[in-house]
């Protein structure tokens, strides 16, 4: 896997930056992602959805996770921001994000998954709460994204090229979960190109990393 050398690891340091995060999370986990390929120090906290710290609801009234409070009092609540933030901090931040920030085609990847894609995976995901349809009705919706994501890996080894950038690690979790909802089908898939590139993603050490248990603390 081509990929920049990593700075350090997050530390326990209190004067470092603090992420509120959930496991699960696929926005919690693309901002994890961000930081740690950036190597910049972040303290992670996993919170829980049904019971959130006062003190990320002061900081962040929406009440979504991931939530960034920087040492010096600022406030990042979008995970995107947070990625761009912990991005823009790597020696090799142009090599994430090409163009100096998120470019337009990356912009456009991500707003379809953040919208149309995430959509139709929460239906097909929880799709006893949409009864309207049947799951595969979803599926099928979620499968024009999946299918747009297999062309582009047909002709190149990541999602805008044969380099990681941010559209990778923002799309991943997302296309994961969706994978998770029936792996058996997903595996089955004609997706093949896709199916290599999210394994390869979800088995390098940066990924596994960001998903363990241990990584998080819990602040209650
Ligand atoms: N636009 C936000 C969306 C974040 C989001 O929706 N996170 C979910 C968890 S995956 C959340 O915190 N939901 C609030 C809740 O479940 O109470 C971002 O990109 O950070």
Redesign the pocket.
């Known amino acids: 896997m081509k990929m920049p050398p990593n700075r350090q690891d997050a530390s326990s340091n209190p004067a470092t930056a603090l992420l509120y995060s959930?496991r699960?999370?696929?926005?919690?986990i693309?901002?994890r992602l961000a930081i740690k390929l950036s190597g910049v120090e972040v303290r992670i906290h996993e919170v829980s959805?049904?019971n959130?710290p006062q003190a990320m609801l002061d900081h962040s009234p929406k009440?979504?996770?991931?939530v960034l409070l920087l040492p010096d009092g600022r406030v990042i609540?979008?995970?995107?921001?947070?990625m761009c933030w912990a991005l823009a901090q790597h020696q090799a931040s142009q090599w994430f994000m090409p163009d100096g920030a998120l470019s337009a085609e990356v912009q456009a990847l991500i707003q379809q998954n953040?919208s149309a894609f995430k959509q139709a995976l929460d239906r097909y995901k929880y799709a006893e709460r949409f009864p309207e349809y049947p799951a595969t009705t979803y599926r099928d919706r979620a499968e024009v994204f999946l299918d747009l994501l297999d062309q582009r890996l047909q002709q190149h080894a990541y999602l805008t090229g044969e380099c990681l950038s941010v559209a990778d690690l923002a799309i991943v979790p997302f296309v994961r979960q969706c994978a998770l909802v029936d792996a058996e089908w997903f595996y089955a898939s004609r997706y093949r190109h896709l199916i290599a590139w999210l394994d390869g993603l979800l088995q390098s050490a940066w990924f596994i990393s960001v998903m363990e248990k241990s990584q998080v603390t819990n602040l209650r």
């Open positions: 959930f699960r999370c696929p926005y919690a693309r901002a959805l049904r959130k009440g979504t996770v991931p609540d979008q995970s995107l921001d947070i953040d």
